[in-house]
């Protein structure tokens, strides 16, 4: 059994124009979905070249680092500059995941 949302999604109506010029979608609730499917995509791409940047720095993977830091056996990654990384990196990767799967559902 499946049950739909019948919920009304109301949009003033120069938002419903501006989704239609951006998309060329005349139907409000689908140009809405080309427009956020577009921005999760965008962000993506943000967060993977993000990603690059750390893994550039530090010459590895998150997972690698990740296992290295947590074997404490090294004294330079407990500087405050590798543990903000650290923590900012463990976001990105968090993040991407998150909108990977936000990213599904919108296809």
Request: aromatic share 12%; glycine share 4%.
């Amino acid at each position: 059994m499946i049950l739909e949302d019948t919920s009304m999604l109301v949009l003033p109506k120069g938002t419903a124009r501006a989704l239609q010029d951006v998309t060329g979608e005349p139907r409000p609730d689908v140009a809405l979905l080309l427009v956020l499917r577009d921005a999760v995509a965008y962000r993506l791409g943000q967060i993977e070249a993000d990603l690059h940047a750390f893994e550039a720095k530090y010459g590895m993977i998150f997972d690698e680092y990740r296992q290295r830091w947590e074997s404490e056996d090294r004294d330079e990654d407990y500087r405050w500059e590798t543990e903000r990384d650290y923590l900012a990196w463990e976001a990105l990767v968090t993040q991407k995941n998150r909108l990977e799967n936000v990213y599904s559902w919108l296809i």
